[in-house]
């Protein structure tokens, strides 16, 4: 069966710092793979997505994820956050052909960035 | 263009009372689901219908709780003789296709936030 594990429930950081927030997936068969974002007072929004093809993927306001199927892990990136960045992120996972299953999110991460 | 539309936003209930809440998804979305999120806790998936398919039930806490969706349409899920464990806010989402499709994300609702006395 799928299941998502995200290890820290918060992370804060300080602002133009890096971060990394971590995402481990179980699943004993091809995965799609997902990270969701809640801004506070907001609903979910996709923020990117690995289907198929490179492992690397980037969302628009310069999140990244590397797909590691040896590691089982779905880590997100930015290598400068920004005061507006400070939300839950959600990790997800569909497994099965043609990501028949339902998403299985994690607990979430709380992102604080403080000035 | 309209999202993702759920009613109540809030709803307030004494233990032992049924609830029934509502979706409207995304018109021409086929896929449709539904998710619980305790204070503090994460998404807790419950069911998820993809077209005509039968629908995904394998979250479903008790059979207290059930679902139903009236074609590519209104969903409503309902929980019978509701206990204050069952406070939570309820997300539905849905989807244009299978999330392996390129463009389908899933777009959530406000939540219905259910407070069980």
């Known amino acids: 069966a799928q299941s998502v594990t995200q290890l820290d429930s918060q992370v804060p950081v300080f602002e133009e710092a890096p971060v990394e927030l971590r995402c481990n997936y179980s699943?004993?068969?091809?995965?799609?793979l997902f990270w969701y974002v809640q801004y506070p007072n907001q609903g979910l929004q996709l923020l990117l997505k690995?289907?198929?093809?490179?492992?690397l993927v980037e969302s628009i306001n310069g999140f990244e994820a590397e797909f590691n199927k040896s590691q089982t892990s779905f880590h997100l990136r930015k290598p400068s956050v920004h005061i507006s960045d400070t939300a839950e992120y959600f990790c997800a996972v569909s497994e099965g052909s043609e990501g028949r299953r339902a998403l299985t999110f994690g607990s979430g991460t709380r992102l604080q960035v403080q000035p | 263009g309209a999202g993702v539309s759920q009613s109540p936003s809030n709803k307030v209930t004494e233990k032992g009372k049924d609830v029934e809440l509502r979706c409207d998804p995304i018109s021409g979305h086929t896929a449709l689901y539904w998710y619980r999120q305790r204070l503090g806790q994460g998404l807790e998936f419950l069911i998820y219908f993809q077209g005509n398919s039968a629908p995904d039930k394998s979250g479903l806490p008790s059979d207290r709780f059930s679902a139903e969706r009236t074609g590519e349409s209104v969903s409503t899920l309902t929980i019978q003789r509701t206990q204050q464990e069952d406070s939570a806010v309820y997300l539905c989402?849905?989807?244009?296709?299978?999330?392996?499709?390129?463009?389908?994300?899933?777009?959530f609702g406000n939540g219905t936030r259910l407070t069980v006395t």
């Open positions: 989402a849905s989807s244009l296709y299978r999330v392996s499709s390129y463009n389908s994300p899933l777009h």
């Open positions: 699943s004993s068969v091809s995965v799609y």
């Open positions: 690995y289907l198929s093809g490179s492992t």
